[in-house]
């Protein structure tokens, strides 16, 4: 909140302030004075105002300027000291609007605007800037002296211009004549190759005509040779035919009869063979189902034979096994004494003959025992003898 006084003031209006730096070492070292020309005055924004009322209320114009002055001052100074002599004196405008880029926002912070800002004067001691002066003349006089060679080149170029759209028409015109010369040569050129070609047309037309003659000539040749060669085909067909008929007579009929005679013979030969094999194989089957009928025969006589034995051994029972098994012993003892009959003579050696003795007894009575474990028949019930 700003707290104003009553009766103070301060100015809107338009203040002209002169910068001014003398004796202001440039970037190159030389020194220079300028003098320069600021229009400034307090911003009317409500905020901007209020700062400048701030920063200069109560004071009077004259110590407004005198602030304003050395901010501008103070900044001229420091912008010199970056540029040479030639970027300040030959570019005023750029060099015043670098102090007014610089210097404004300082001055804006109090509030007032910078409206303008020119560079008025500048000049040094040492006539450095006369010396530019000097340099920029004898520049204006060597331009000119360009401008005059240029002048004078771009005449000797126009000349020479002229002088070759002359020697152009000139070629032209010969060129023209050239043409005209040559198309003449060409058009005589022309009919001396249509008159030859029509010579050559004339001479290629004899000579064809005369190639269609002798073409006709030849061809009337050929046709009479065709009928000589037709006439000699149909003699020799003829020979061929009668030759055919002889062969026909003399040699395939006999060869015909011949092999008609051997094709009966195989036919026969044939039949023969069929005829034999049909009946050694109507014996084959015949031979067969004779031993089939016997084999049947002879089972069925064997199946009744066993059914007979097994009605009797049922019907006798143990007698029947008993029997059975005696009739079996004489071929169990022709089997175990089969070997013995291709023995000579059986030694028994022992050192005793009662030792021998009860030998053999131990096998008879052990006998019974052994048919008994392989039949079941008990020997000893159906014979008392034998123990």
Do not use: W
């Not at 015909?256 to 084959?284: F, P, R, S």
């Not at 097994?310 to 029972?317: F, V």
Request: hydrophobic content about 45%.
């Amino acid at each position: 909140m700003y707290h104003i006084l009553v009766n103070a003031q301060i100015t809107l209006e338009i203040m002209t302030l002169q910068p001014r730096c003398e004796e202001v070492e440039t970037a190159e070292g030389v020194a220079i004075t300028v003098t320069g020309v600021a229009q400034v005055k307090v911003m009317t924004d409500q905020d901007l105002l209020a700062v400048a009322c701030e920063q200069f209320m109560g004071k009077s114009v004259m110590e407004i300027k005198a602030v304003l002055l050395h901010t501008l001052e103070g900044h001229l100074r420091s912008i010199l000291g970056t540029l040479t002599v030639e970027q300040i004196y030959q570019d005023r405008d750029k060099f015043a609007q670098l102090v007014r880029e610089v210097a404004a926002p300082d001055v804006g912070r109090m509030g007032i605007e910078i409206l303008s800002f020119t560079i008025k004067d500048v000049y040094d001691r040492l006539d450095y800037l006369s010396s530019l002066g000097k340099t920029q003349t004898a520049a204006v006089q060597r331009d000119a002296d360009i401008g005059v060679a240029e002048a004078e080149r771009d005449a000797g170029i126009r000349e020479a211009e002229c002088k070759k759209e002359m020697m152009d028409v000139k070629f032209l015109a010969d060129t023209k004549m050239a043409d005209s010369k040559r198309e003449l040569e060409l058009q005589k050129a022309a009919f001396n190759q249509e008159v030859n070609t029509k010579k050559a047309e004339a001479h290629l037309a004899y000579e064809l005509q005369a190639a269609k003659e002798q073409q006709k000539i030849r061809l009337e040749e050929i046709q009479i040779q065709v009928v000589q060669r037709k006439k000699q085909i149909t003699i020799e067909e003829a020979e061929i035919n009668r030759t055919d008929k002889e062969l026909i007579a003399t040699v395939k009929r006999p060869a015909d009869a011949e092999a008609y005679k051997m094709q009966q013979l195989a036919e026969g030969h044939k039949i023969k063979t069929v005829l034999i094999a049909q009946a050694e194989a109507e014996k084959i089957k015949k031979v067969g189902e004779a031993e089939a009928s016997s084999i049947e025969a002879i089972g069925k006589a064997e199946a009744e034979k066993m059914r007979l034995k097994a009605e009797a051994y049922l019907q006798y029972g143990e007698a029947a096994k008993t029997a059975l098994v005696l009739e079996s012993l004489p071929k169990m003892a022709g089997k175990v004494a089969a070997p013995l009959a291709k023995t000579n003579e059986i030694v028994i050696l022992s050192g005793e003959a009662s030792r021998v003795t009860g030998e053999m007894n131990r096998l008879l009575a052990e006998l019974p025992v052994s048919v008994n474990a392989l039949t079941g028949v008990d020997l000893s019930k159906t014979n008392p003898k034998i123990k």
